[in-house]
């Protein structure tokens, strides 16, 4: 299989199944209304009804926001410009990568959403693996088999994420940056050299991301109790597969920079109440959306790679569960167990 066969296979996989895509917007809209919820209520606190209502909700109003940050405990302390719109995106990567510190509570919305998706992967690869309806019963008896292999498989990300960025990353922009750079006298070449760090970072990071995908994958697509076994194999297989994983992974990370960059020419900034509102909360939702459908065409690509270079097309090595009716059903009617 082709990366552009695995690319095309998996966004037919992730477009077949449009409730899933949807399941996981919910999830992930569920997790973030605490915090908006929290939000909102400091800035009513504020605001109150005093006039800067007003002249707050007509556009941005820098003074009044850096008085409210001042003021402002939890969650609140990240109200600034840079949450409106495009920013917030870029906010985002400039806080990963320059390890920015956050509010504790945003750190455990973080842990809560990262503990969801560990439930749920299982139930997803497993979906996209077999091609075809696995319905509620097949998608959550597979996330709960597989979370817990996938909980063992956070603690070796955790470890790996660690080094990465407490270790390898203060290296990099610390110790060795200030070698690289301490005889240069233009700003521009210490610029470009911490630009090529990023770059190595960044590399360093998709190496990690891409040994864990396909480490997933395999758990799910040979059923795979081992997660030692599951890395090893991982392993393997990029590195006789290294370079269609790493272009197809390029392929799903173009496909990420599209909706990015469509989203940066059309992310209203901060507007009035009533409609403009309304549309700029539709277009932000818009936008996790495709970030999310992304994501999962990220493992479903994936996947195709793997199943059509291993010959595992179509297979899942896990036996398909019967699904019986309740006991109760059974003894009034007795209905035989029957197959979603």
């Not at 392929?251 to 909706?259: I, R, S």
């Amino acid at each position: 299989m082709t990366v552009f066969q695995a690319l095309r296979d998996g966004i037919r996989r992730v477009n077949s199944a449009p409730m899933l895509v949807l399941g996981v917007w919910m999830m992930t809209l569920l997790v973030s209304v605490p915090l908006t919820v929290g939000m909102g209520g400091e800035l009513e606190a504020h605001l109150d009804a005093s006039l800067e209502a007003d002249a707050a909700a007509s556009g941005v109003n820098h003074d009044w926001m850096q008085e409210f940050r001042g003021q402002a405990s939890g969650v609140g302390t990240t109200f600034s410009p840079a949450v409106i719109g495009f920013g917030a995106s870029l906010d985002n990567v400039n806080a990963l990568v320059d390890q920015e510190r956050r509010p504790l509570l945003i750190v455990w919305a973080v842990v809560l959403y990262l503990a969801v998706w560990t439930f749920v992967a299982g139930g997803v690869i497993d979906r996209y693996a077999r091609d075809r309806k696995t319905h509620v019963q097949g998608f959550l008896w597979a996330s709960g088999v597989y979370a817990v292999r996938f909980l063992r498989l956070g603690v070796v990300a955790v470890v790996a994420y660690g080094l990465l960025f407490r270790v390898l990353h203060p290296w990099m922009f610390g110790t060795l940056f200030r070698g690289l750079t301490r005889e240069l006298t233009a700003e521009r070449s210490a610029f470009f050299v911490r630009l090529a760090l990023y770059g190595f970072f960044a590399l360093a990071l998709a190496a990690c991301n891409l040994a864990l995908d396909y480490a997933k994958v395999r758990t799910v697509v040979e059923d795979r109790r081992s997660i030692l076994g599951a890395l090893t194999g991982s392993v393997r297989f990029l590195r006789r597969n290294g370079g269609a994983a790493a272009a197809l992974y390029l392929a799903d990370a173009a496909l990420f920079a599209a909706v990015l960059a469509v989203y940066a020419a059309v992310a209203p900034g901060a507007g009035s109440t009533g409609w403009s509102m309304w549309l700029g909360f539709a277009i932000g939702q818009l936008y996790v959306l495709a970030r999310l459908w992304v994501k999962l065409v990220f493992w479903a690509s994936e996947t195709a790679l793997f199943q059509g270079r291993l010959a595992h097309a179509g297979y899942v090595a896990a036996a398909r569960p019967i699904w019986p009716d309740s006991p109760a059903v059974e003894a009034l009617g007795g209905f035989t167990p029957r197959t979603p």
